[in-house]
């Protein structure tokens, strides 16, 4: 069974910043890695992901602040979170897809979720 654990969220004061950690219990090495957030109320969102050859994409929300990287010796995703805002508070997920070389914002094309983390940023 495939899991996908993730780690490191936490609260924080806006400005701060957090790094999301999530292990898969697959070989990453060229799958398609993703983080996506849900926020109270809201749907969920693609906030940045990574292809099977290291391109990635972010959410406009988010550039230049969040950096999404992979470790693939130790199945690794990782987020480094920079100049946190309020509006970043929600529920973070990792997920994973097949590989490919493109990276991909579609949620339906990944098979695999973990969990969750909550990152909380306060004003």
């Known amino acids: 069974q495939v899991q996908l654990v993730e780690s490191g969220g936490g609260s924080v004061q806006a400005g701060g910043s957090l790094r999301l950690s999530c292990v898969a219990s697959?070989?990453?090495?060229?799958?398609?890695m993703g983080w996506f957030r849900q926020a109270p109320g809201k749907e969920r969102e693609g906030v940045a992901v990574?292809?099977?050859?290291?391109?990635?994409r972010y959410a406009d929300s988010v550039k230049g602040r969040f950096t999404i990287s992979k470790d693939n010796a130790k199945n690794t995703l990782y987020l480094q979170m920079g100049s946190l805002k309020p509006e970043d508070t929600a529920m973070y997920y990792c997920?994973?897809?097949?590989?490919?070389?493109?990276?991909?914002?579609?949620?339906?094309?990944?098979?695999?979720w973990g969990q969750g983390t909550q990152v909380t940023v306060s004003s």
């Open positions: 697959i070989n990453i090495y060229r799958a398609r």
């Open positions: 997920a994973a897809a097949p590989p490919a070389r493109q990276p991909t914002m579609t949620q339906e094309d990944y098979g695999y």
């Open positions: 990574i292809g099977g050859f290291g391109d990635t």
